[in-house]
């Protein structure tokens, strides 16, 4: 341990405006893809690109509890797809009769479209029985490998590469078809592949599932249900950048 770690302090100032776009351009424009996938394999060097930004993300007491599970086996995603079409047969018969035909209409996944899929899992014992931080909430662990999965999909969209994230499955299944030991948590299994097209707003808004609530309705102070009293609401608005909002050239 070091007791004097003042050597290690580098300049820390804001990014340029143009650096800062790039930021929120990412954060606002990155999407849950699930079929505007392209074929084309992506190269192993943007795939280690994406893999390291996921494993920069903040973790509990830095116990990296995060593998990445690479699967490019077609057999393997047929498996999967099987496992996921079974779980989500079950996931519709749990909405109301009213909401089922909608639910179905859905697209949740794009297992056997994606060139790539990365299970992404947390091993709760990587750092020993007792962690920084983890100490009065065990969650933490499983929130550092969500944090990592959130910088893979910034990286991924900075890359022009789609990335949707799949939940509907036993995890049970998910273990057996990859291997994936008893104690190790499977936390998502995301697909990849690069895209031309995304939508312009989350794809449940655009086909009316649910709609993004007003963020000023969730910011409270100094007591939960509080309104701050005075808070520019107008301010810290990013505008979308033009280019993210052209729709694409027609095909015919
Ligand atoms: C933990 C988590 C699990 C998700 N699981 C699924 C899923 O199983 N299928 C799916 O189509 N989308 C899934 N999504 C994507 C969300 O539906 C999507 O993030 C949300 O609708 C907002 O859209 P956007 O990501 O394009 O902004 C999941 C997202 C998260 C964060």
């Known amino acids: 341990m070091h007791d004097e770690p003042n050597e290690f302090l580098v300049r ?19 999407r849950d893809v699930r079929d505007q996938f392209l074929s084309d394999p992506l190269p192993d060097d943007l ?19 995060w593998n990445f599970l690479l699967v490019r086996d077609d057999e393997r995603k047929r498996e999967i797809w099987d496992a996921f079409d079974r779980a989500n047969r079950e996931a519709t018969a749990m909405f109301d009769a009213d909401k089922q035909a909608a639910y179905r209409a859905l697209k949740l996944e794009g297992i056997r479209k994606a060139p ?19 100490t009065h909430n065990a969650r933490m662990d ?11 999909w910034l990286a991924a969209r900075a890359e022009g590469v789609g990335l949707g994230w799949v939940s509907i499955f036993h995890e049970s299944e998910l273990k057996r078809i990859l291997g994936i030991p008893d104690p190790i948590e499977v936390v998502g299994y995301l697909c990849l592949g690069y895209v031309d097209t995304l939508y312009s707003a989350p794809e449940l808004e655009v086909k009316g599932w649910r709609s993004r609530l007003p963020l000023d309705e969730l910011i409270y102070e100094n007591s939960w249900g509080d309104r701050p009293s005075a808070f520019n609401t107008a301010a810290g608005v990013i505008p979308v950048e033009a280019a993210d909002q052209v729709p694409p050239a027609s095909s015919d």
Request: proline share 4%.
């Open 47 to 65: 795939v280690r690109r994406l893999l390291s930004a996921a494993h920069a993300a903040p973790s509990v007491g830095f116990m990296q509890p």
């Open 142 to 152: 499983s929130y550092s490998t969500v944090c990592a999965i959130q910088n893979l």
């Open 12 to 30: 820390a100032g804001c990014f340029s405006t143009e650096e800062k776009h790039a930021v929120y351009r990412a954060i606002h424009t990155r």
């Open 116 to 134: 790539l899929g990365i299970c992404v899992t947390c091993d709760r014992d990587r750092a020993g029985p007792v962690v920084l931080g983890r």
